[in-house]
């Protein structure tokens, strides 16, 4: 290219930059002017904003009290089924000790209690784990399904 097509294109650059301010001017000024009832055209649009930022709060509280809700009773379960798995292995427990006292007291010196006791503490320490894995990972969900919820409404 040579210099005078170098001048065109700064004067096409100019003028295309002058084009541009003066519609984004034009633009802001018919937005912020005080119209013919007196209110300005871009109010409406801002009360619009605001009323659906409310409107999304409400629904993202309405969300957590619904994960909250829910979570509540899966813990209440989670503790029953708990309850109900200590009940169940009481009776078993209680009725091998019977039948072992009955049997004579050289059946309980043979016991390896032990490993016995080691052996409900790691089973009962997997269980808590994977109680808590489980409890982790829904409240992991709920926090993420929350976030989507509000990312989706634009909170």
């Not at 990972?137 to 909170?155: P, S």
């Amino acid at each position: 290219m040579n210099n005078s097509d170098d001048d065109r294109e700064q004067q096409f650059d100019l003028l295309t930059a002058a084009l541009l301010g003066a519609a984004v001017g034009a633009a802001v000024t018919l937005l912020f002017r005080t119209g013919p009832s007196g209110r300005r055209p871009i109010g409406p649009m801002v009360g619009a904003a605001g009323r659906g930022a409310r409107w999304a709060g409400l629904a993202g509280l309405e969300g957590a009290r619904w994960a909250g809700d829910r979570a509540a009773p899966g813990a209440r379960w989670v503790a029953d089924q708990g309850r109900e798995g200590e009940k169940w292995a009481s009776k078993r427990t209680a009725r091998g000790y019977r039948a072992a006292r009955d049997r004579g007291a050289e059946l309980i010196d043979d016991l390896p209690l032990d490993d016995v006791a080691d052996s409900v503490r790691e089973y009962v320490d997997s269980a808590r784990e994977a109680i808590n894995d489980v409890v982790r990972e829904e409240m992991t969900d709920l926090r993420k399904a929350v976030r989507r919820q509000r990312k989706r409404i634009g909170i």
